[in-house]
């Protein structure tokens, strides 16, 4: 029976880790190989190997209520995107509240994980470990991975000819801590995800000349969405799932497109993205606009050839003076622990059962967590990942046969469309509404909306009609949370305490309550309909 859980890391799904495992009696020790907890949101100022690393100014790109854990909101008065500094103080006050401090070895490598020879009987693993220089090892009968995929730097110095005779400065976006390196210099920064477009914004500022390349494009949004709300209690709700996956994919790209461009026409900023027939993660980015028209940053496309000290962008025949080059060009991930029999890593992604379990193994003894790229907060899809595993170790769910399992895997490798609703090109990014759900019903913790509205019909139209909180994942089943309830019908009262810092008087809107009163009466003919 699994009792002792190693756990690899102490960042976000670390700490939810250890919290599940006590919260189903089992004994997890978490190695962690720095000197505090938070993983990727621990900011310093040097790059330490094996760790994520950020820059001083990050800011999340989910707000507080979509990123919170499921049963810990964060302080009403945290602003509802949280810098760095506030996001680890969160970290640090969820691991004080539930005690996992204690659970934690700092400043321990993890070496090795390796079978024990009994493994198809016993399912234990050998793990080795070096603190301070000394290496041991101990028997575990389970292993949670929690080291997420933002260590490894991706950067394809051979596809850009004529790199090696630049005598500027090149980096990853990694190694970026401050903008003051850009003073007075022009500067190149090579990809436009989050990070290439952020590091773009802030060098605007100090530079001299700042130029985004990008090869695809990319749609950018605003963190203040309709109504001034944060954008992604707007976008994620059960009602607009539904609403999604009931359309053609091609109809629901062209929405999304249709919105992005009610902010700026994209076309007219050379950000359209190449291919429209799939989603890519868009930007967000509350600056770039403004940037490009007051001629801060110049969009250019892919780089062609790169010079002594300057680079030719393709198509364009002109060559533009550099002095720094900023590769945001990604990440890869591996297990450098861990032996690819366990679990092997190709074409930048690893074949795991629902991003979680390997297959092929005797006994499902080893999960990785948060190794999934949601389309919102990663907290509370590594938390419910994190349940689900615990359930699983303690026998209390089962996993389906191997076969079942890699018929999974390969349908999810193949990534085709089903020519509804969201379609992703990377095989790591899911719909987090639809994924979460299908591992809660594997817990019996998936809220049951008909029952809930016989019950609760108020709380039954906040979870359907309202943000896709994390709070819904806590109203039944186990690890329920008794607070749950007064969270979600409270949660827009925490989003907007931070920003209505002068109170105002409001004239009275007769017509204010009319967008809710039909969606309730939507909500009626729903369940109609259902019954017949």
Known sequence: MVKRVAIVGAGVSGL??????????????????S???????QFTEYVEEGRASLYKSVVT????EMSCFSDFPFPEDFPNFVPQSQFLEYLKMYANKFNLLKWIRFKTIVC????????????QWEV??????????AIFDAVMVCTGYLTDPFLPLDTFPGINTFKGQYFHSR?????DLFKDKRVLVIGMGNSGTDIAVEASHVAKKVLLSTTRGSWVINRVFDHGYPWDMVFTSRFRSVLRNSLPTSVVNWLIGKKANSWF?????????????????????DELPGCIITGKVLIKPGVETVKENSVVFKNTPEEEPIDIIVFATGYTFAFPFLDESVVKVENNQASLYKYVFPAHLEKPTLAVIGLIKPLGSLACTSEVQARWVTRVLKGLNKLPSPEDMREDINKRKANKS????????????????????????????????????????????????????????????PGKWDGARNAILTQWDRTIKPTKTRVVQEPLDTFSYLPEVLSFLALLVTVFLIFQ
């Open 16 to 33: 939810t880790s250890i919290k599940s495992c006590l919260e189903e009696g089992l004994e997890p020790t978490c190695f962690e190989r």
């Open 128 to 137: 080795t470990t070096e603190h301070k220089g000394k290496q041991e090892s």
């Open 112 to 123: 090795n994980v390796k079978k024990c020879p009994d493994f198809s009987t016993s399912g």
């Open 175 to 179: 190694e970026y801590k401050h903008p």
């Open 61 to 64: 790109n989910s707000s507080k």
């Open 265 to 285: 026409d994209h076309a007219n900023y050379g950000l359209v993205p190449e291919n429209r027939t799939f989603l890519r993660e868009p930007v967000l980015n």
């Open 35 to 41: 000197s505090d907890i938070g993983g990727l949101w």
């Open 418 to 477: 089903t020519g509804f609703g969201l379609y992703f090109k990377l095989v790591l990014q899911t719909d987090r509404v639809v994924y979460l759900d299908e591992l809660l019903s594997f817990i019996d913790a998936k809220p049951n909306l008909l029952s809930l509205f016989l019950v609760d019909p108020l709380l039954a139209f906040k979870v359907f009609f309202g943000p896709l909180t994390p709070y819904q994942y806590r109203l039944t089943g």
